[in-house]
C-alpha cells in the first residue's frame, strides 16, 4: 500500500478542493476580494464577530489582533488588547482564556492545519507598542517576535522574504498564513531598515559575525549574524548592550568576543568580553575602564583567539597608542600600554577563511543616510536589518520608505480615493471599520475589515465581487 507524506496529503485535498478543479483559472492573489474583520480578537465584546475560529469557518481570511509588548519580560509573550491588555478581548465561544499572543495565533494555526486549501490568511499584528525600545530578544525585540510566528506556524507560514514574484494565484497560497505588521509606525520602519553611526565589524573562521554601532545620541547596539553560502548575511539577534560611541570589536572561532569603546562625551575608554551563542545572542559581561583617549580598535592576534591587541588615539593629539592583551575566562589582562606608529586596526571591515564583510551607512532610496548597511565579497548594498518575516503594511500618510517595496496597503474605510487608486496599482489593500455597503469602492478592497461580517449587506457586496474562500 502506498503511503502519502502529510504536505502530499495536504496538496492532493487542496487540489481536489480549489476552483481550478472544476475548470475555472485560479485569480491572482492581488486581484482578489476576502472577508476580512476589524479588532477579530474583540468577537461579540465589539461589533457582532464572535470567535476567531467562527471567524474562520465562515470564510474570514483576514484578522486583526492588537498587541502589546510592555508585559513581555515578565509573560515572555506578547498581550492581545485593544488600547491595553484584555481590553475588549473576547475570551467566549472557543477563544483562548488567556491574552497570550502565541494562544491566539495558535487557534489559527489548528484551524489552518485542519483546512489546508483555504485560501491565504493574513494574519495582521497592529502594534500598539513600540518594540525599538526592546534592548534585547528577552525584552520582546523584534527578532522576538519573527521567532514567535514561526514556531507558531511553522512551515504553514509564508515568510514575506520568500513571497513569490510576479502574481502568485490564490490557488498557489492556499493553505499559508501571511503575517502582516500594523501600527506603531517607528516599529515598522525599523523592521526595514535600521540606522546608527559608526559602525564596526568582526568576522570568525565560522562564518559568524557581529556588529557594533553606536546611535548618534550615546547608546551601543549590536547586530549579530552569518555569511551565508551565497555570500549574504542573515542577521539574527539586535540588541543593546552600554552607553558608549565608537565602538570596536574582536571575535574568535569559538565565539569569544572583546569590544572597545569611547564613553560618550568623554574620552575615557571601556571594554566588554562577550559570548556569542549558537542562536546569535550574545551573553555580555560587565564594561571595564583600561585607558584614556579615543577612536580605539581591537583584533585578535594568534590562532587560539586568546591574545589582543588595541591600538587607539590619543585624545590630545594625533599620536596612536597600544595595549597588549590577554583574555581570560571573563575578562582581558591589558600589559605594554606604549606609544606607536602602527595604524589603527580596520574597523569597518573584517576578512576570514577567504569571506569579507564591510559595514557602512548609507541611503538605500528613501531610507535615511545612516541606513547601515553591508557589503560582502559576493553581495554589495545590503541593509542590515530583522529577517523580513513579516509583511510590513503602508498606510495613508506614512513616510515613503514605508511605501517601497510594500504590497500590502491600509486606510479607514472612508479614504475611498487611497483605496481604489492603490487596488489599482496592484497592491492589496485594506480598509478599515467597513460598516456600511455606501463605503464599497471600484474596485473593492481587498480586505473589507468590517466589525459586522454576517449581516447581509457585507454578505451579498462580498459575494457580488466574487469573495475568495
Do not use: C
Amino acid at each position: 500500500m502506498t503511503r502519502w507524506s502529510t504536505p502530499v496529503v495536504a496538496a492532493l485535498v487542496a487540489a481536489v478542493l480549489t476552483p481550478a478543479t472544476a475548470g475555472a483559472a485560479s485569480p491572482p492573489f492581488t486581484g482578489s476580494v476576502f472577508r476580512a474583520t476589524h479588532n477579530s480578537y474583540s468577537g461579540d465584546v465589539d461589533g457582532a464577530k464572535n470567535s476567531l475560529a467562527y471567524q474562520l469557518d465562515h470564510g474570514v481570511r483576514f484578522l486583526e489582533l492588537d498587541v502589546h509588548d510592555n508585559g513581555y519580560a515578565t509573560a515572555h509573550d506578547y498581550a492581545v488588547g485593544h488600547d491595553s491588555p484584555g481590553n475588549l478581548v473576547d475570551h467566549g465561544g472557543g477563544n483562548p482564556a488567556s491574552n497570550n499572543l502565541r494562544d491566539w495565533l495558535a487557534v489559527v494555526n489548528t484551524w489552518s492545519a485542519g483546512h489546508p486549501a483555504a485560501a491565504p490568511i493574513v494574519v495582521m499584528l497592529d502594534l500598539k507598542d513600540d518594540l525599538t525600545d526592546n534592548p534585547s530578544f528577552a525584552a520582546g525585540n523584534l527578532p522576538a517576535l519573527n521567532q514567535e510566528l514561526e514556531s507558531v506556524f511553522g512551515g504553514r507560514l509564508l515568510r514575506a522574504k520568500d513571497y513569490p514574484a510576479g502574481q502568485p494565484a490564490v490557488d498557489a497560497l492556499r493553505g499559508r498564513v501571511l503575517p502582516l505588521l500594523s501600527g506603531d509606525g517607528t516599529t515598522r520602519a525599523e523592521y526595514k531598515r535600521d540606522v546608527g553611526y559608526h559602525p564596526a565589524v568582526a568576522l570568525n573562521g565560522r562564518g559568524q559575525i557581529v556588529e557594533v554601532h553606536d546611535s548618534g545620541a550615546g547608546a551601543l547596539w549590536y547586530w549579530t549574524g552569518t555569511y551565508g553560502d551565497d555570500g549574504r548575511v542573515t542577521w539574527l539577534r539586535h540588541g543593546k548592550y552600554d552607553s558608549g560611541q565608537t565602538p570596536a570589536v574582536a571575535l574568535n572561532d569559538n565565539g569569544d568576543l572583546v569590544e572597545v569603546h569611547q564613553s560618550p562625551g568623554a574620552t575615557t575608554l571601556w571594554y566588554h568580553v562577550g559570548k556569542l551563542g549558537a542562536d546569535g545572542e550574545i551573553t555580555w559581561q560587565a564594561s571595564h575602564q583600561y585607558d584614556n583617549g579615543v577612536l580605539p580598535t581591537v583584533a585578535f592576534t594568534d590562532p587560539a583567539g586568546t591574545r589582543l591587541r588595541e591600538i587607539h588615539r590619543s585624545q590630545s593629539s594625533s599620536q596612536n597608542w597600544s595595549w597588549d592583551g590577554v583574555l581570560s575566562g571573563t575578562t582581558v589582562a591589558w600589559t605594554g600600554n606604549a606609544k606607536t606608529s602602527d595604524a589603527r586596526f580596520p574597523q569597518a571591515t573584517a576578512t576570514s577563511g577567504g569571506r569579507r564583510v564591510t559595514v557602512w551607512t548609507g541611503a538605500d532610496g528613501p531610507t535615511p543616510a545612516q541606513t547601515l548597511r553591508a557589503d560582502t565579497d559576493l553581495v554589495a548594498g545590503d541593509r542590515i536589518r530583522y529577517r523580513q518575516v513579516a509583511f510590513d503594511e503602508f498606510q495613508k500618510g506614512d513616510s515613503a520608505e514605508l511605501q517601497q517595496g510594500a504590497l500590502f496597503y491600509g486606510a479607514p474605510a472612508s479614504e475611498s480615493a487611497f483605496i481604489a487608486s492603490a487596488r489599482q496599482s496592484g497592491k492589496l489593500v485594506r480598509g478599515w471599520d467597513f460598516d456600511s455597503a455606501g463605503q464599497a469602492t471600484t474596485p473593492l478592497a481587498n480586505y473589507p475589515a468590517t466589525n459586522h461580517p454576517y449581516d447581509a449587506w457585507y454578505q451579498t457586496l462580498l459575494t457580488q465581487n466574487g469573495a475568495v474562500e
